[in-house]
């Protein structure tokens, strides 16, 4: 007991090692949070935040189905380079683009695509996630998509970090 009391009673603070330590123990806490956060919850949000842009752009695309007397637009992956700004004179992409857009310049689409030609029978959209942090959310994000919408069927290209979304037996005009 009178140890102890040796230890209480002493006036000269904190040593360098007990400071050090309690640092050290801090930085670890922060470390473990920023790590959480970078390979837990910023994923989630990624695929989160880009299956609902995808979902968006193929309710969009359905939307220009019903403007265009219940057949797909006809524009071909040619017409339209990138969704973020409006396309040239075609008629098709000009009424695609306003669907997905809103008439609005529209950055998050940038290089993104639609394809229903004239003669086929299947419908793509094409987004692109080459801002992506992992290749292997694009996967999520196409099973997300996949699940949201009927009829449509995903795929992620993890070499080109594209997502291709797909839905046949329709009718383009």
Do not use: H
């Amino acid at each position: 007991m009178f140890s102890f009391l040796k230890y209480v009673n002493n006036k000269k603070g904190f040593t360098l090692i007990e400071i050090a330590l309690v640092l050290a123990v801090a930085a670890l806490i922060v470390l473990g949070v920023f790590v959480l956060y970078k390979f837990q919850i910023e994923p989630s949000r990624y695929v989160s935040d880009n299956s609902k842009k995808l979902v968006n752009f193929i309710t969009a695309i359905e939307q220009a189905k019903s403007y265009n007397g219940g057949a797909y637009p006809v524009v071909a992956v040619a017409d339209i380079t990138d969704l973020s700004t409006k396309p040239g004179n075609t008629n098709k992409a000009v009424l695609l683009w306003q669907a997905v857009t809103g008439g609005q310049d529209a950055p998050y689409l940038k290089n993104w695509d639609y394809d229903c030609v004239s003669t086929g029978t299947t419908v793509n959209a094409i987004g692109n996630f080459s801002d992506t942090p992992n290749t292997e959310l694009l996967d999520l994000i196409a099973n997300q998509a996949q699940n949201n919408v009927s009829g449509w069927t995903c795929t992620a290209d993890t070499t080109n970090k594209k997502i291709t979304c797909s839905k046949g037996n329709v009718t383009c005009g």
